[in-house]
């Protein structure tokens, strides 16, 4: 709890929301701070980075969605709810861009992540800017050229890509009983999603709001394990925000069994980026509950969210990696073994059609490749959930010589850690019901990853990595 607490003091410095519409990292958004159960774990005992060390690796996208270019669509909403404080900001030619993201840009850069293993999450916004609903019309487009985007997304892209609602239309908020945009505001503002609303909402008025978005993600199946706030969304209400979030998630798709969600930028160096496993309950039974809460470790950098603004391409793959690997954020957090979220916004990854946000893109991707090969692993953000809440719940403890584990959650290439003080043999995982399987022992002088099933011993420590059985399992020794 201690270092917990000091953690939380010093939280207000590089943390802050993601904001779409302006490029800004908010000030001050300190963590929500309800990690709830924690197991008891024996000394000497821990779990490391999966497959024997790999730091994961994933790619935030906000603001995709079917077709509608964000860019184009959200500027008029957002100029006219927020020039008077934000002024100049949207004083760009948004009807010069383009409405449309086209599904052929999505395939283009959906085949550059696959050949390069790069594994992420991509929201899908329901209601783009009130264009139109991703589960029925979008105006603009024929139904069969939505109903192909939406399999595209699907077939195409969710193997490796996390689907999120990034709330309802990310503009102005819903009323959830009529579908229209809440009236104006006395003063002559707007509600709008990634402002104020939250403030004095309930847990349930709040769970019913995501609970709407992700309905439509649902009737378009596209099924969802997590969400994404649109720039301040829950801002006021975060001590809420997560309770309403899991029970938002466990309602729509009740087989989620570990909701997550993405909110938080943190570009300090000072601070930790790795994920919060958050109001953990029942960690010793079989119906653990929790929510992860992943942040990201770089803001948008690729440039403006609209894409009207790209950075220049040298510069940004630069800041991200530099061309002797030694420099960057992502260098930075992923030698210190955190897992490594950078992030962007569709419509600036497109930029209207010149692809210069795409371009960075594929250099940093390429320059991480080259740089770390197997030592990190591309994952979705709902596979890190996964692991770290393996990693976080596992109840480890040394009995004799044998370490018995009671794991709230499955997961695949756990990697066990051991400090020995002594000799340490051969181990054999023990699930019940299944055969005992000793583990293959590997070299421990030149570094690979391990595959699940077997170990190494490395001056006073072991690693033991294997596929994490939920429920109770062992490593003996023979
Ligand atoms: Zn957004």
Redesign the pocket.
Same mark, same amino acid.
């Given at each position: 709890m201690k270092s917990r607490r000091k953690f939380l003091k010093t939280a207000g410095l590089g943390v802050g929301a993601?904001w779409?519409g302006s490029n800004a990292v908010q000030a001050a958004v300190p963590f929500p701070e309800n990690p709830g159960e924690r197991p008891q774990r024996g000394a000497g005992l821990s779990i490391g980075n999966p497959y024997g060390g790999r730091v994961p690796v994933t790619f935030v996208i &906000? &603001?995709s969605t079917t077709l509608v270019n964000m860019g184009h669509f959200c500027i008029p909403q957002f100029k006219e709810a927020w020039s008077r404080s934000k002024p100049g900001q949207y004083d760009v030619p948004w009807q010069e861009w383009p409405r449309e993201i086209s599904d052929d840009f999505v395939k283009k850069f959906g085949d550059f992540c696959r050949s390069e293993g790069v594994k992420g999450k991509y929201?899908i916004v329901p209601y783009p800017a009130m264009v139109g609903w991703v589960d029925r019309e979008i105006p603009g487009w024929t139904r069969k050229q939505l109903v192909e985007s939406r399999n595209l997304v699907r077939d195409f892209m969710m193997p490796d890509w996390d689907i999120h609602p990034?709330m309802i239309s @990310?503009t102005r908020v819903i009323d959830i009983k009529t579908g229209r945009p809440l009236p104006q505001r006395e003063n002559g503002g707007y509600w709008m999603e990634n402002g104020g609303w939250c403030a004095g909402k309930s847990v349930d008025e709040i769970a019913d709001y995501i609970e709407y978005a992700l309905q439509i993600l649902k009737n378009a199946e596209l099924p969802c394990e997590g969400f994404?706030t649109?720039?301040g969304f829950g801002n006021p209400a975060k001590e809420f925000l997560e309770t309403a979030g899991f029970q938002a998630i466990r309602s729509v798709f009740p087989e989620t069994e570990i909701p997550h969600y993405f909110k938080y930028v943190v570009t300090s160096s000072k601070e930790s980026v790795a994920p919060r496993v958050e109001n953990a309950k029942g960690i010793d039974g079989d119906n653990c509950e929790c929510l992860v809460n992943l942040p990201s470790c770089t803001g948008d950098w690729f440039g403006r969210w609209h894409g009207g603004a790209p950075n220049p391409v040298e510069e940004t793959v630069d800041r991200h990696i530099g061309p002797d690997f030694k420099t960057g954020r992502m260098v930075e957090v992923i030698e210190a073994g955190e897992p490594a979220a950078f992030l962007t @916004?569709w419509p600036g990854m497109y930029c209207n059609g010149n692809e210069t946000g795409f371009k960075s893109f594929q250099g940093v991707v390429k320059r991480l490749n080259q740089a770390y090969g197997e030592k990190i692993q591309w994952m979705k953000m709902s596979e890190i959930a996964r692991y770290w809440a393996a990693k976080e719940l596992t109840d480890l403890q040394m009995i004799g010589d044998e370490v018995k584990i009671l794991a709230p959650f499955p997961a695949p290439g756990v990697t066990l850690k051991i400090a020995l003080e002594g000799i340490f043999g051969r181990p054999v995982l023990n699930v019940p019901g299944r055969d005992p399987r000793p583990l293959e022992k590997v070299d421990p002088e030149r570094w690979r990853p391990l595959q699940a099933g077997e170990y190494r011993i490395h001056r006073k420590e072991a690693e033991i990595c294997f596929d994490l059985p939920k429920g109770r399992s062992s490593i003996s020794q023979s």
């Open positions: 993601v779409a &906000d &603001d929201s990034e @990310h994404t649109p720039g @916004h």
